[in-house]
């Protein structure tokens, strides 16, 4: 692996509502210039929003300076079409090589999962470790995984989607009690995936599946540390779920390090709590906390978009 870490370069991280806009002088570090809403509907705006960014703040950089860019959805290194369910504008497009054509500029491109894997890896939590999985805890659930600093980049950009695909258990024993949860149909059309339990949304769907209750997940969360019963017994529900298929991911990849972003990584004692799981289930002995709270929890888009536009 070979980074140049000396190289400006500006960054974009693309969501379904906006669009981030900054510069990186250095790996790791990035000024935010702007922030637009996303044309999710169009490629030709889309196209235009990125152009109008660049021209704004091209200022003194050289007209070809590159441009990486932190997205939702899954990113084919085969085709490189992006598959953005709120995106539709990017269907049919092969973003790096038509944007490195129209901007005029080396484009690089990568999930936003994937990019907080590699601002993790390279200048966060994961820093120096061979083997890092960066693990997205927000609405739902996502990750990527660097080995040696390089991105893994699977068959249809699918790589660490450890939240998908019939893996959830339906039975659950809490409190000597034998509970049964249903397999929910998810949005990627399979049914039983972890994502529709996993994140801040699943805590919410188990606590009403559970206690026939609709409660907030931050809520939940907080009765949780307060010792509310019903809520201790969500969350317990909720660690099981998570940690049986997160030790099995560790088992098969053996990462030094699994750093957490997505909104639920802010909640210190329920990291805690899953690391203390996972250690109980992974096959290996991890003497020392192994899953921890990303450094770039609320901005890994734009930093790990400030590594990749260096990789070689």
Same mark, same amino acid.
């Given at each position: 692996?070979?980074?140049?870490?000396?190289?400006?370069?500006?960054?974009?991280?693309?969501?379904?509502?906006?669009?981030?806009?900054?510069?990186?002088?250095?790996?790791?570090?990035?000024?935010?210039?702007?922030?637009?809403?996303?044309?999710?509907?169009?490629?030709?705006?889309?196209?235009?929003?990125?152009?109008?960014?660049?021209?704004?703040?091209?200022?003194?950089?050289?007209?070809?300076?590159?441009?990486?860019?932190?997205?939702?959805?899954?990113?084919?290194?085969?085709?490189?079409?992006?598959?953005?369910?709120?995106?539709?504008?990017?269907?049919?497009?092969?973003?790096?090589?038509?944007?490195?054509?129209?901007?005029?500029?080396?484009?690089?491109?990568?999930?936003?999962?994937?990019?907080?894997?590699?601002?993790?890896?390279? @200048?966060? =939590?994961?820093?120096? $470790?061979? *083997?890092?999985?960066?693990?997205?805890?927000?609405?739902? #659930? %996502? /990750? &990527?995984?660097?080995?040696?600093?390089?991105?893994?980049?699977?068959?249809?950009?699918?790589?660490?989607?450890?939240?998908?695909?019939?893996?959830?258990?339906?039975?659950?024993?809490?409190?000597?009690?034998?509970?049964?949860?249903?397999?929910?149909?998810?949005?990627?059309?399979?049914?039983?995936?972890?994502?529709?339990?996993?994140?801040?949304?699943?805590?919410?769907?188990?606590?009403?599946?559970?206690?026939?209750?609709?409660?907030?997940?931050?809520?939940?969360?907080?009765?949780?540390?307060?010792?509310?019963?019903?809520?201790?017994?969500?969350?317990?529900?909720?660690?099981?779920? @998570?940690? =049986?298929?997160?030790? $099995?991911? *560790?088992?098969?990849?053996?990462?030094?390090?699994?750093? #957490? %972003? /997505? &909104?639920?990584?802010?909640?210190?004692?329920?990291?805690?709590?899953?690391?203390?799981?996972?250690?109980?289930?992974?096959?290996?002995?991890?003497?020392?906390?192994?899953?921890?709270?990303?450094?770039?929890?609320?901005?890994?888009?734009?930093?790990?978009?400030?590594?990749?536009?260096?990789?070689?």
């Amino acid at each position: 692996m070979m980074v140049n870490t000396g190289t400006t370069v500006f960054c974009a991280d693309i969501g379904g509502s906006f669009i981030k806009f900054g510069i990186s002088r250095r790996q790791g570090e990035v000024d935010e210039l702007a922030k637009v809403a996303t044309p999710t509907d169009s490629w030709n705006d889309f196209v235009a929003a990125l152009q109008q960014l660049l021209a704004d703040h091209q200022q003194e950089q050289p007209e070809d300076t590159p441009l990486a860019i932190s997205t939702a959805g899954l990113v084919s290194p085969q085709s490189g079409e992006v598959m953005a369910s709120n995106i539709p504008g990017f269907a049919g497009h092969n973003l790096a090589a038509e944007l490195t054509h129209l901007l005029a500029r080396k484009v690089s491109i990568a999930n936003d999962a994937d990019c907080f894997a590699l601002a993790e890896a390279h @200048v966060g =939590e994961g820093q120096g $470790l061979p *083997i890092v999985v960066g693990l997205i805890l927000g609405t739902g #659930v %996502g /990750g &990527g995984i660097i080995i040696n600093g390089q991105l893994l980049r699977g068959h249809g950009g699918v790589t660490g989607e450890w939240g998908h695909g019939a893996i959830t258990r339906t039975e659950l024993l809490l409190d000597n009690r034998l509970v049964q949860l249903p397999r929910l149909l998810c949005g990627c059309g399979k049914t039983g995936c972890l994502d529709m339990y996993g994140g801040a949304r699943g805590i919410e769907r188990l606590h009403q599946q559970l206690h026939q209750q609709m409660a907030d997940s931050h809520q939940i969360i907080q009765d949780w540390q307060d010792d509310e019963p019903q809520a201790m017994q969500t969350l317990q529900a909720w660690l099981l779920l @998570v940690s =049986e298929p997160l030790a $099995l991911l *560790i088992n098969i990849i053996g990462p030094s390090k699994v750093v #957490v %972003g /997505g &909104g639920l990584a802010s909640v210190t004692p329920l990291i805690t709590a899953l690391d203390q799981q996972v250690r109980t289930a992974t096959l290996h002995s991890y003497p020392q906390p192994l899953i921890v709270a990303g450094r770039f929890v609320d901005h890994g888009g734009l930093v790990g978009a400030s590594v990749l536009g260096r990789l070689r």
